[in-house]
């Protein structure tokens, strides 16, 4: 990969980031992860996978 598509995967990854951040936001504002626990903690698998990915392309760009 280039460095560019290295970088254009990052952007796309971090806007995952703060797409799922601001979804938790609201489901904890709301009580909703209490109502939803299962749909919560998939939300938080997500954004778990995203910066793990985020992280890895990081790197590999910079090796």
């Known amino acids: ?3 560019e598509e290295y970088e254009q995967v990052i952007d796309e ?3 995952v980031i703060d797409e799922t ?3 938790l936001k609201r ?3 709301t009580g909703m992860d209490g109502e939803m626990p299962k749909d919560y903690e998939a939300l ?3 954004l778990n996978d995203a910066v793990k990915q985020q992280r890895e392309y ?3 760009m910079l090796d």
Do not use: R
Request: no cysteine; proline share 0%; glycine share 0%.
């Open 13 to 15: 990854l971090q806007t």
């Open 1 to 3: 990969m280039t460095s």
């Open 58 to 60: 990081t790197q590999a």
């Open 21 to 23: 951040q601001a979804t």
């Open 27 to 29: 489901f904890e504002k």
């Open 44 to 46: 938080l698998a997500i």
